[in-house]
Nanobody, 127 residues
Framework: EVQLVESGGGLVQAGGSLRLSCAAS????????IGWFRQDPGKELEGVSC????????YYAESVKGRLTISRDNAKNTVYLQMNSLKPEDTAVYYC????????????????????WGQGTQVTVSS
């Protein structure tokens, strides 16, 4: 059974930090790029960050560049999203997704390209 399980979300004050994890199982993790998306109610889904299968190429949305760092541990089938200097506008449900891709980071959209999705973890940043 394919699973992507996000964890690490929570409530934090503005300026604080969180580290999200995305634990994968049921597929050959090292062949997949992993992306992080977020969505706040009433807003469109945003592609936040992506890392390619080897970990050698990453992408960040302009809104998070310099504050978020994506990394992966293929031995643990896990991708991490270190989130620093959090702002209230970072409040959203964060989802990780996997796409079969051995090259450079794939485009984050369209989302139909992503093969598997997690259930999401809530991040709330208070002002």
């Amino acid at each position: 059974e394919v699973q992507l399980v996000e964890s690490g979300g929570g409530l934090v004050q503005a300026g604080g930090s969180l580290r999200l994890s995305c634990a994968a199982s049921g597929f050959t993790f090292e062949n997949y790029a992993i992306g992080w998306f977020r969505q706040d109610p009433g807003k469109e889904l945003e592609g936040v960050s992506c890392i390619n299968s080897s970990g050698g190429s990453v992408y960040y949305a302009e809104s998070v560049k310099g504050r978020l760092t994506i990394s992966r541990d293929n031995a643990k089938n896990t991708v991490y999203l270190q989130m620093n200097s959090l702002k209230p506008e970072d409040t959203a449900v964060y989802y990780c997704a996997a796409e079969l891709s051995r090259g450079d980071v794939p485009p984050m959209f369209p989302t139909i390209s992503w093969d598997y999705w997690g259930q999401g973890t809530q991040v709330t940043v208070s002002s």
